[in-house]
């Protein structure tokens, strides 16, 4: 595993604690940040890279 990809699931795995530490469900957050569960669930799964805009 390269050392990005571990960051990368690093930050996944922090993006699912704080969202199971404020009970909140993917959905919830997906709303929140304006985009599709779906993708919200890749983010978490460290599938894709979450963007400065998906912060804001």
């Known amino acids: 595993?390269?050392?990005n990809e571990l960051n990368n699931q690093a930050f996944a795995n922090y993006v699912r604690k704080v969202r199971r530490d404020k009970?909140?469900?993917?959905?919830?957050?997906a709303n929140l940040m304006n985009i599709s569960q779906n993708a919200y669930c890749l983010i978490e799964n460290g599938h894709t890279k979450i963007?400065?805009?998906h912060i804001q």
């Open 23 to 29: 009970e909140l469900s993917q959905l919830c957050m």
């Open 51 to 53: 963007t400065l805009a």
């Open 1 to 3: 595993m390269k050392n």
